[in-house]
């Protein structure tokens, strides 16, 4: 039986355990009218059986996935004779008779051992997938019984259920909790291999980024110079300039849309910021190397400035650019969220409308505005593409913005784009930033969520 | 003021103890105008023909009424009549509702208040108001005090500001509670005390006329009976509208009263003469309890 006749077999088995359930429930009582003499409500009951109905079911499916393939490789490996191994290898031929029975190319012209295997293998899965069937459907049966044959009158199914969507939240939050740790392993595990090579001192305080290893030993400039300060460096400048654009932008803005436009501008206006966040970020780029960075040079030149024409500040400016509505739609929202009797006490006292804005709105909506910056602040700085276009990919250590300079997120493209093997330095260098960078933004969000909770501790 | 008891209210006429149904159209027609003297001599503002919509719906009805200089004007009412809506006209509090329209003249020292070049911010520093709902600011107590002062550049010095929020505090009676933590929030007080910060803070930029709604709702009688005190005192320099809903408040408290219904001015008089003698129907069935 395939999969997805199976779930939906099961989803009717749910489904009518708990209309039988909800019905014998009502039946130790007597019917409808006495339903109050229900510990719980007569759908509780029902949702009771249907959890013991599917969950059981869906657990033994979830095994069976992850474990059918290894145990069918294992079993016909076994009935391999390493003899007949015409120095083939054995997870190759296992791959291969893998793919013949997925692609349903079984015919005379297979080799005779491949033949064979890929049979075994056919048969093996049709029996498993048929055992599958009949163990889920058995569990969802007894499962189903087992609640039915529980049901008096004093169960408390309401308090089991919630308990079960207890559990069930729970879970889900684990998810995101599981997976950041499983990321944050995977990615320390490559960069410990990076640091088997590199001494971490050098990769922290190191000042100079050159990664190029050379390929044979005795070629010229062999050893590759891996200093992450200049890209670190280089992620701040980029990320400073952002920020000083879109901070005061965005929130002049969001102040402006929540507090002075007239409802009919302010729908207008909103949406039409919020493009600009859904513009992708080559189209940034784009502006960023065809209009500003000349604008930039030109403007420069004026002046009597030497300006690189791929340059920090024209990355920092567009960038910019592009995060002012993640500073503008939130704030925004949480102005907007300030109560009116706060402004109303305010008004109310001989304020002006900026006096109250500055002294009461603002302070009031401070966590969240510091919340929308850090969203912001933290897109700047995992953005690669505007960086890649408009500040190119020389790692100077510098903070003149009108140099060229590169960030973090870009080396790591450039250190994985092409063919490479996981294994030399080069390569896991890329790791060794990815676990720079998640430490840094952790760092960044823990700041602020002190300053958060340090202003609340004083307003509320 | 604390001669009012009781007996002072005319005595229930008890053939009618039987509650009506509150028929609305009944009460409507049973209004044919403000009964009671609304002008006089010396007054400190003055309102004429005001109306007030909320979008369509009419919450005031043509109503005059002067509050007279250094007088203690008390507005009483059924829920929903209308007190909040006429009082917040006053200062122009009602401009921050957007579909809230007023009409008619209301002038402060003959000036009129809704005229086109009227400054709204230095109005409501001359007009201060105590909202129903106490709404102090995310502040420490201190600032939430020292706020007005502060915009309107009231003290010359830290120590003269200091010297502010102490008068105020202990005018508003919350002094000996909160002394020791003016530092703390001010929405870290009980409802209480957030209704007499409330006070303070109004009283503290020293408005010419200060609107309270029902500012003892929260507070137990003790704390009533100081802020009854302050209003007593402060009546001697200030105008003062208050709403309650407190029979015994108004009449303790108030030079004047005026009895709104569904809208309507339906009486204004010297206190004394409405609670021993009112006039109207609707106003005896308010005060003696039997509303509707
Ligand atoms: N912001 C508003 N928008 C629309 N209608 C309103 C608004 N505020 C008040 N109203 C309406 O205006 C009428 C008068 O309300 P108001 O708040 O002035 O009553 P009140 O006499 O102060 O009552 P209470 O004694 O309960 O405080 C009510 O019918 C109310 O529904
Ligand atoms: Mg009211």
Redesign the pocket.
Known sequence: MAISSLILLLLLLTAAAYLIAKRRALQTVGGRRNASQLNSLPSHYGALAAIWCVVPALVLLLLWGVLEGPVIDRQVAAQLDPATLDGGNVNLLLNQAQNLVASGRIDSETDPLRRGLAEHYRDLQDRSGLLRSVLAIALAVIGTAFACSRITRTLRARTRVERFMLGVLAASASVAILTTLGIVLSVLFEAMQFFREVPPTDFLFGTVWSPQTAIRADQVGASGSFGAIPLFVGTLLISAIALTVAVPIGLMSAIYLSEYAHASVRSVAKPVMEVLAGIPTVVYGFFAVLTVAPAIRRLGESIGLSVASESALAAGLVMGIMIIPFVSSLSDDVIKAVPQALRDGSFGLGATKSETIRQVVFPAALPGIVGSILLAASRAIGETMIVVMAAGLSANLTINPLEAVTTVTVQIVTLLTGDQEFDSAKTLAAFALGLMLFFTTLLLNVFALHVVRKYREQYE | MNSFTDAALPATDSTATTKEAPDLDAQLAKFTGTVGNVRVDNAKMSMTGVDVH??D?Q??HNVDLDLGKNEVMAMI????????????CLNRMNDT?E??KVAGSLTLDGEDIYERNQDVVLLRARVGIVF?KPNPFPKSIYDNVAYGPRIHGLAASKSELDDIVEQSLKRASLWSEVADRLDNPGTGLSGGQQQRLCIARTIAVSPEVILM??PCSALDPIATAKIEELIDELGKNYTIAI?T?SMQQAARVSDRTAY?HL?RLVEVGVTNDIFTNPTHQLTENYITGRFG
């Open positions: 909320y979008g719906a919450a005031i009412g059924p829920s929903g009549c209308g007190k909040s809506t006429f009082l917040r509702i579909s809230c129903q709604d029902e709403v809903h709104f809208g």
